[in-house]
């Protein structure tokens, strides 16, 4: 029999080494993960806090919202309304996992297992992750973040500092490029080839050609409205990439204080697509390998039980009804979707060959898990992934919910063969990020006017803008845009249902 | 792969205390309402333990575009009767009660924990006192004594002997001087010696060890070293606070609660300026008592009014337990201004020649009912003879109040017509 990895419940380093080094094993060999090299990091009760209040990450730039965070949390840990997650994993080369020191010894396997091999394994290999974020570089990004920030409160004041980061932090969710390579208009590469444009233009002149007799000309306005447009790369969903082109009135530092909070949104933009999938991912493998070190003999039966205490805990759903519910929760759902594709995989019946040709029977469980983890979002893997069998399962429903209608809310379908598709397809869509935030986008701006800038929102399914929200956020944007703004809501039919008018706050007293 | 363990518990801990900061900085005047409408409610020890302050959300909020309303599509687990088609009655409790995704829960008032420090500097900040504690603590200083280092000459009682030795030492292993076992050794020798010629030479060498013992001194007055002793400015580190009031039948609840409120202040403010604090509560009507707090403030008296038994046992118990030398004795005086007309005079006495001559600060509140205004007030017995004492030079401070709203103010104005040395101004 191999040699238990610790008795009891106390652990020391040497323990999370043989710990890690298990865990690793098994995560190599049995699951087949690819992981970036990890490094664990022991801290209090207290520093779990400050993470906390600075969106996990090891080091940021100052600011009162994470003082207040940080006080929010104090408060209801304090009072015992709030425990601290177990572990918090940061998506960086190395993988850094921070472990709380209370954990106890089967508490920090199961940690182990969870953060530094499941989720560093997603962070490694799944597309958006790959796509979007920079895990060499960030940590020396937010380095350079914090001291260019501070740098920035030297010399230019912090009261002008803390303006233009609220005004960032406030439009962050709309900060963010959702597809990929979408090409930049080089606007220096623009300017040079207007220039050689007059260039020529001068060369040929001719007096005469003005004697000419011409037709009507073309609306030269017209013309220069889609120019402009295609110069400022309208429309644009981006707002903080916007403006931090194409702002008027900027000074170049507040341009990168712009750049900075949109690097750091984009960083995080694939996680809020695949909380579902990274916790199922993280789940399912901590499970695994909890589970072979239990059987290969190296936790004992009562370490294992208590695993499976806490790992109950954190898969737990519950139903609608329940008090205790809030939505779906992604380490039930995932870690669900994650054991029911292994089973249609192993023993698939005749529904789900029917439903997952592809994968029913091909006895590779965990390529066929890898091919997953590598190529999908939260919202396409439901859409494809999600069993009639868990739909059954988790009894799951589908509510409408129209305020016109008079007679209540109406329930749309139900875990029945007419209601599947139904039912996954909405589900899919509740967590598709493209749906979830406002979609605004800046449609043009009044150049030869008054410089008013232009938004529109999309309005879907009639949901409009928190009024007072929407007005805060927009007198930030007015004050980065420095003239009016101006917000349409729009319908589907682009038909208009509500105007914003902004203008911006003057500045006090410019240093 | 080598995997990092890293332990970071030993970090030097708030890393979040700037950003706290900058939260409570931004959200000041909330933080400041909020700590004074808590600060109401509490005892007046309490006032500075700190503890948990609401504010109302508005002003620290961080907007983003949020979408509401229209119509809603939702997933859900759990079901258990429902077949499509049905509909759910609205706003009825059950399933309609059910929260969709992405709708958080809106705080709209902010909890969150001041450290006893913050608290009191908001609380103070407020009154706009800091100012005033910085320039008075000059005030209150005596001189004190502290180490500071080793001195060469000084007296015999303060000879470092462990700095001593430690240098004779030194001294003695860089002059090699003989160890006494080494003489030992040879003096065995020399006995054993049975040849002659070596026992000269061994005793030679014996001569030679025993003279360098003697050149080098086990200890030299070089060695000596003294404790060296400085005279450091020390600000008395304690301070006494008597609170004297009259509970006679006349004093009404809303009376004793604006004297709370201003002996609440006193502390708080005492506290900032002093390591320790002493609170002596003393009642009286026409006889005087030493109370504990609840009694002061809530016990049930009633009686005639003398004032001057207050004041005696305030005397006595300076006399007793606070030495002026060692205490900074403070003390307030509340009072309706009744007093019997024939206690004036013991009254004035005790207090020019026992009381003032020991005190720091004697303030002299008078409280009114609520509504009356000061100019309604007419000079009570006790306004008039204080009045009377301060026009002769006596260093008190009175004042009088009548609404709640006046606490502050008239409390901040004491302490700054201190500063500006007793000139009358009569409001």
């Given at each position: 029999m191999t040699e238990r990895?610790?008795?009891?419940a106390d652990w020391d380093f040497h323990t999370l080494q043989r710990i890690t080094d298990a865990c690793e094993e098994v995560a190599k060999n049995d699951l087949g993960l690819d992981v970036y090299p990890n490094q664990i990091e022991v801290i209090t009760a207290e520093q779990m806090l400050d993470a906390y209040s600075s969106v996990g990450m090891p080091l940021f730039y100052k600011h009162w919202s994470f003082g207040k965070h940080f006080a929010y949390h104090e408060a209801s840990y304090r009072k015992g309304l709030m425990g601290l997650a177990y572990e918090i994993v940061i998506n960086s080369s190395p993988c850094i996992s921070y472990l709380m020191e209370e954990n106890t010894a089967t508490m920090q396997t199961l940690v182990i297992a969870h953060a530094a091999f499941g989720h560093n394994h997603f962070f490694k290999n799944n597309y958006l992750f790959k796509q979007w974020t920079d895990a060499d570089g960030i940590l020396d990004y937010l380095d350079f973040a914090k001291n260019y920030v501070m740098q920035c409160e030297e010399r230019f004041g912090r009261a002008e500092v803390e303006r233009t980061l609220d005004a960032a932090h406030a439009l962050m969710s709309h900060g963010i490029d959702r597809y990929p390579g979408k090409k930049k208009l080089d606007l220096r590469a623009e300017e040079k080839r207007a220039g050689r444009r007059r260039q020529h233009e001068e060369e040929v002149f001719n007096d005469l050609w003005r004697t000419v007799p011409a037709g009507k000309s073309k609306s030269r306005s017209a013309l220069s409205v889609e120019r402009r447009r295609k110069l400022l790369g309208l429309?644009?969903?981006?707002l903080l990439y916007f403006l931090e082109k194409s702002a008027p009135r900027l000074a170049p530092w507040q341009r990168e204080l712009l750049r900075i909070v949109r690097h750091i949104a984009q960083y995080f933009y694939p996680q809020s697509q695949t909380k579902v999938m990274n916790e199922g991912t993280a789940t399912y493998v901590h499970y695994r390998i909890m589970t072979k070190l239990h059987q290969q003999g190296r936790i004992t039966d009562g370490n294992f039980l208590e695993f499976l205490g806490s790992h109950t805990n954190v898969v737990f759903q519950p139903e609608f009804d329940d008090p205790r519910f809030s939505g779906f929760n992604p380490y039930a759902l995932g870690f669900a979707m994650m054991q029911d594709i292994e089973r249609i995989v192993t023993s698939p019946s005749d529904e789900d060959r029917e439903w997952f040709p592809d994968i029913a029977g091909k006895n590779d469980v965990m390529g066929v898990l890898r091919d997953v983890w590598a190529n999908y979002r939260d919202e396409s893997f439901i859409g494809q992934f999600l069993s009639p069998k868990l739909m059954r399962q988790l009894r799951m429903f589908h509510l409408h919910d129209d305020p016109e209608e008079r007679a209540g809310i109406r329930v749309d379908a139900i875990h029945d063969e007419r209601g599947f598709r139904r039912v996954r397809r909405e589900l899919a869509r509740q967590h598709d990020v493209g749906y979830i935030d406002a979609n605004i986008?800046?449609?043009?701006?009044d150049l030869s006017g008054d410089r008013r800038l232009i938004l529109h929102h999309h309005v879907i399914k009639g949901a409009q803008l928190n009024e007072t929200d929407a007005k805060r956020v927009l007198q930030h944007l007015a004050d980065l845009w420095t003239y009016d703004v101006s917000l349409i809501e729009v319908d589907a039919n682009d038909k208009v249902l509500r105007e914003y008018v902004v203008s911006p706050r003057p500045i006090p007293a410019a240093a | 792969m080598p995997i990092h363990i890293i332990d970071r518990r030993l970090n030097p801990g708030g890393k979040s205390l700037e950003n706290r900061q900058r939260f409570l900085r931004r959200a000041k005047s909330l933080v400041q309402g909020a700590v004074k409408k808590t600060s109401q409610e509490r005892d007046i020890k309490d006032v500075l333990e700190g503890g948990e302050v609401t504010i109302p959300l508005d002003g620290m909020h961080e907007p983003r575009f949020r979408r509401e309303g229209g119509t809603r599509d939702m997933v859900l687990p759990g079901n258990k009767k429902f077949v499509e088609g049905d509909y759910l009655q609205r706003s009825g409790q059950g399933s309609a009660k059910d929260s969709g995704p992405g709708e958080g829960d809106s705080e709209d008032a902010f909890r969150f924990v001041l450290s006893r420090d913050e608290f009191v500097d908001l609380f103070l900040d407020d009154l706009e006192l800091p100012d005033l504690a910085k320039r008075k603590i000059a005030q209150t200083e005596s001189e004190g004594i502290q180490r500071a280092g080793y001195t060469t000459s000084g007296s015999p009682a303060n000879i470092s002997v462990s700095r001593t030795v430690k240098l004779a030492l030194a001294r003695r292993i860089a002059l090699k001087r003989p160890r006494k076992e080494e003489i030992e050794e040879l003096e065995a020798a020399i006995a054993a010696c049975t040849d002659e010629d070596e026992r000269v030479v061994l005793l030679a060498e014996l001569e030679k060890l025993k003279a360098k013992t003697k050149r080098i001194p086990?200890?030299?007055?070089?060695?000596i070293r003294y404790r060296r002793f400085e005279t450091v400015p020390k600000p008395v580190a304690q301070a006494v606070m008597f609170c004297l009031m009259d509970v006679s039948g006349s004093m009404s609840e809303h009376m004793k609660d604006l004297a709370k409120r201003f002996y609440m202040l006193l502390y708080v403010f005492l506290k900032r300026r002093y390591k320790h604090v002493e609170i002596v509560f003393i009642r009286h009507t026409d006889r005087a008592e030493e109370v504990d707090e609840q009694t002061f403030f809530y016990g049930p008296a009633s009686g005639g009014t003398l004032v001057s038994s207050a004041l005696q046992a305030m005397h006595e118990i300076v006399r007793e337990r606070f030495n002026p030398s060692d205490w900074n004795i403070y003390a307030a005086q509340a009072s309706d201004g009744d007093n019997s007309y024939s206690d004036g005079e013991l009254t004035g006495m005790l207090l020019t020649d026992k009381i003032l001559p020991v005190c720091q600060f004697f303030a002299y509140l008078e409280v009114g009912e609520s509504g009356g205004s000061a100019f309604d007030l007419s000079d009570s017995s006790l306004w008039t003879l204080y009045e009377r004492l301060r026009n002769s030079g006596a260093p008190l401070s009175m004042r009088k109040v009548s609404e709640r709203s006046e606490i502050f103010p008239v409390f901040h104005d004491l302490f700054q017509r201190r500063e500006t040395s007793q000139e009358k101004a009569a409001p």
């Open positions: 990895l610790f008795e009891g429309p644009q969903e981006n986008e800046v449609v043009d701006v | 086990f200890i030299d007055p070089l060695d």
